[in-house]
């Protein structure tokens, strides 16, 4: 008999695992729905200054996959959100014609250093640059500025109008600059999509990708010009707490027809850019 009745409590202690667990782990899904996967919460960084470092990789490569030299372009970024200004330091490019060989330490560019604005459509101005050189090196340069500058835009202008896993289009005039005093820039479309949470370093994130393609790219210096076309994509993780920007990563293509003063012939080139953004702790 006491057997008897010991198997019967642990048929009716099964049973009752088998209804708890799925009501359980339903009320654990349910609740991380509503509370994480409903809204991104509002803007409320820290007044603390925020550092990242930045890192972009330029390979280029002629139409039919050979490679022919590298760049790297790597800076210290500030942003001090108690006086919406930004600055940059230790910004250095260096260059190698080994696709995989160690990029050398590379050359300071001094004209950066400590370099602050506040981020706004008027960093598309001819006049927020009047101290750069006039060479081609700085392009690099001021792509860290606008890449910074897009990035912060998909992870904080848009928290309002994004959708779990719903598709958000920019469209319209804004898609189309000039790039202070170098070329002009047209988007197509720009997309982006919230696709869920995930975890940086212990920090909860939300996963916001962007992406862009069929852009159209024209640069007009005294030494080279440039035409063509690029597309770009990227993902950016957005603490959920405070909404500083704990990662991102960009990936893009350009294929454009450069000419050099001094050569006779035009030549198309192919070239693929990697950025990442790391906080720095």
Not at 57 to 64: A, E, G, Q
Not at 113 to 135: A, C, G, I, T, W
Not at 190 to 214: H, N, P, Y
Request: glycine share 6%; net charge neutral.
């Amino acid at each position: 008999m006491k057997k008897n009745l010991n198997s019967g409590f642990a048929l009716l202690f099964m049973a009752m695992l088998i209804v708890s667990t799925p009501v359980s782990r339903g009320q654990s899904h349910n609740s991380v729905i509503k509370k994480y996967l409903k809204v991104l919460p509002n803007v409320n960084v820290s007044i603390l200054p925020q550092r990242y470092i930045m890192t972009a990789v330029y390979t280029n490569r002629d139409l039919y996959g050979n490679f022919s030299g590298k760049i790297r372009v790597r800076g210290d970024y500030t942003r001090r959100f108690n006086r919406d200004s930004c600055k940059w330091n230790n910004v250095f490019i260096s260059s190698s014609n080994s696709f995989s060989g160690a990029f050398p330490e590379g050359s300071m560019q001094g004209y950066i250093e400590d370099f602050r604005y506040v981020p706004s459509p008027e960093m598309l101005q001819p006049s927020k640059f009047k101290d750069f050189p006039p060479n081609t090196e700085t392009v690099y340069a001021r792509n860290l500025i606008w890449d910074m500058m897009g990035i912060e835009n998909f992870a904080w202008d848009f928290n309002d109008s994004l959708k779990l896993n719903k598709i958000y289009r920019i469209t319209g005039p804004g898609n189309e600059f000039t790039m202070a005093d170098i070329g002009s820039y047209s988007h197509a479309e720009i997309q982006l999509c919230w696709t869920g949470i995930s975890e940086v370093k212990g920090v909860m994130c939300a996963i916001i990708e962007f992406r862009a393609i069929d852009n159209k790219i024209e640069l007009k210096m005294d030494a080279l010009k440039t035409k063509g076309t690029e597309q770009y994509w990227g993902t950016v993780w957005v603490s959920l707490t405070d909404r500083l920007i704990e990662h991102a990563e960009m990936y893009g293509g350009t294929i454009q027809e450069i000419e050099i003063a001094g050569m006779d012939n035009k030549f198309l080139v192919k070239t693929i850019r990697e950025l990442w953004v790391d906080k720095i702790e």
